[in-house]
């Protein structure tokens, strides 16, 4: 078998198909070992626009986005051992159940909650003593997952939640609705934990596992409707490889739709129009997904999180070098999380995420956000300017179930050339509505005693394309939400999964390519709808499903479910 990919799919794949000695595996990485800075919990930033990053970018977008330059966005993406999980910021959030329910009423059989909880639970080692014994968590997998170093900052976004009676949960437990007081993240001992470290190290002595970077798939080969192999460029050469089993997708939501299309599945009129012969007219590329987040920023009297200098201090990273602890250890900026719903949400589960950052956005040097995100310097330099001496934290407001959808397609039959991806921000007008609803909680949150105590003062943004709005006001709002919208990097859905006569699907419930035998995708390009939460811990999930699926297998039927997860047939009686 051939698997394209080690991403967070991808390196599940390459563990669980390998552990049968009788398979052998071949498994292609376009890039290489990541940097040791990579396994900085705090310095995610520093990975993007590396050679770690394939550093895409978006096509100019019509209805946001005025702060960047060509109103194009960059989208991070993964590009060596561990993909995106070697380079993200290491949530370990699920999504909710709802999510998962879904995708089975959509015509994704065997993809409910009760049955994707278990791979869950298989891939993970949570070492929160609470979270071992609540029956949603694993004790025994190779993924760790730690509760995360937080600061002041923490506390008090917890305590706001509190006066405003939001419970405090466990957000991958029982229900999602609500803040968490420890905040999880693939983390182990101080360390990031990437797929990589946790399923690719422990095994690359298998003598029937083949590993091989800087290998950069062009495209499937396909011989009288079958997948045989793979045509990929190593050291300068262009290469045949061939599989006689399967060859597996776990390229990403960028990557695998675009090696589909450059092996000629895709949409017919997109390949006729570029000259590449047509295998299988299926919708790969559409359907892409993503979720966005806006900052809303506050002063304060006090520093709730660390110092800069603190940071830099020769005592905090020789902490860090000699113990594994320390401010070092913390995920990026981020501590608070909690999951809300505002009045736009049918169903009892969360459309807006929050995330507490002890810093202001744009309060560094350090992190050129300019660079990161592709941002207009005219546009920024109002927000450090207006920073400069001043104390405070940044709200991520992020959009958990976005209506909008773009398409991702080919700029041309060269596979070096980056793919053409316009994700329609806010094509929907009613994503700009649930913003509005998410920024008037953290509203709420900061009007709370817990914060009144800092002194807690909402920015007013000197944002250029919004000057003379009046503060606080819709119109104010919703020209913040249009200008400032950033991309979390959850790309998703553009391999989409559905019934086999379902015509938006690519994929079918067991993750094989409609009409083509041999050639499946895992990862999360698959994914119907994106999840209510971060795509890594859903991703992993894939990954392992994916890899019973093709061994025929059921490597989870042991693994008990928490007793509130009712069976099939109490079920039945419940609805009827």
Not at 269 to 277: K, M, N, R, T
Request: net charge neutral; glycine share 8%.
């Amino acid at each position: 078998m051939i698997s394209v990919g080690s991403g967070s799919a991808g390196a599940v794949l390459a563990n669980r198909l390998s552990k049968d000695p009788s398979n052998s595996v071949l498994l292609l990485e376009a890039g290489r070992e990541c940097p040791s800075l990579a396994d900085v919990p705090v310095a995610p930033a520093f990975l993007l626009q590396t050679e770690s990053d394939w550093s895409y970018k978006t096509e100019p977008q019509h209805a946001c986005c005025s702060i960047f330059k060509d109103k194009a966005m960059r989208w991070p993406s993964g590009k060596c051992f561990g993909g995106t999980s070697s380079i993200n910021y290491m949530a370990y959030c699920r999504g909710n159940r709802h999510d998962y329910d879904d995708w089975a009423k959509k015509g994704c059989t065997g993809w409910s909650y009760r049955d994707v909880l278990p791979y869950f639970i298989k891939s993970e080692n949570n070492l929160n003593e609470k979270n071992r014994k609540s029956g949603y968590h694993g004790t025994q997998g190779e993924l760790y997952v730690s509760d995360v170093n937080t600061t002041l900052g923490s506390a008090v976004f917890v305590a706001a939640a509190k006066e405003l009676n939001y419970p405090v949960i466990d957000v991958n437990g029982k229900k999602q609705l609500g803040v968490t007081e420890t905040h999880q993240a693939t983390v182990y001992r101080g360390h990031r934990w990437s797929t990589a470290r946790a399923f690719l190290d422990p095994v690359q002595s298998r003598s029937n596992l083949h590993i091989a970077d800087n290998a950069h798939v062009h495209r499937v080969i396909i011989e009288n409707g079958r997948a045989v192999g793979v045509e990929m460029e190593r050291g300068g050469k262009v290469i045949v490889v061939k599989a006689k089993k399967e060859v597996i997708l776990s390229a990403g939501a960028i990557g695998s739709p675009q090696i589909l299309l450059l092996s000629g599945i895709g949409p017919k009129a997109h390949l006729d129009s570029l000259g590449i012969p047509v295998v299988a007219d299926l919708p790969v590329g559409e359907n892409l997904q993503d979720h966005t987040f806006v900052f809303v920023d506050y002063y304060t009297n006090v520093t709730l999180g660390h110092s800069i200098e603190t940071l830099e201090s020769i005592e905090t990273q020789l902490k860090y070098s000699l113990l594994g602890q320390g401010p070092l250890t913390m995920t990026g900026l981020a501590e608070g999380i909690g999951f809300f719903r505002t009045k736009w949400q049918q169903d009892n589960s969360a459309d807006i995420q929050l995330h507490m950052l002890w810093i202001l956005i744009g309060h560094t040097k350090k992190v050129d956000s300019r660079m990161v995100y592709n941002i207009n310097p005219e546009s920024w330099k109002p927000m450090e300017k207006a920073h400069e001496g001043k104390l405070g934290f940044s709200v991520m407001v992020t959009l958990l179930r976005p209506r909008s959808r773009g398409v991702l397609q080919l700029r041309s039959k060269d596979p070096r050339d980056q793919p053409i991806i316009d994700p329609k921000y806010f094509s929907a007008e009613r994503d700009i509505d649930v913003y509005e609803e998410g920024i008037k909680i953290t509203k709420k949150l900061a009007s709370t005693n817990a914060f009144k105590q800092y002194d807690t003062k909402p920015v007013v943004y000197a944002v250029p394309h919004c000057q003379g709005l009046t503060y606080d006001s819709e119109e104010y709002w919703r020209c913040i939400i249009r200008s400032n919208v950033l991309t979390i990097y959850h790309p998703t859905g553009t391999c989409k999964m559905g019934a086999v006569d379902d015509p938006t699907a690519v994929v079918d419930p067991e993750l094989r390519v409609k009409g083509i035998q041999g050639l499946r995708v895992a990862d999360a390009s698959i994914m119907p709808d994106v999840p209510a939460g971060n795509t890594n811990a859903p991703s992993i999930m894939v990954g392992e499903k994916a890899a019973d699926l093709i061994l025929g297998t059921n490597s989870v039927k042991d693994i008990p479910l928490p007793a509130d997860i009712a069976a099939p047939e109490i079920i039945s009686k419940v609805v009827f």
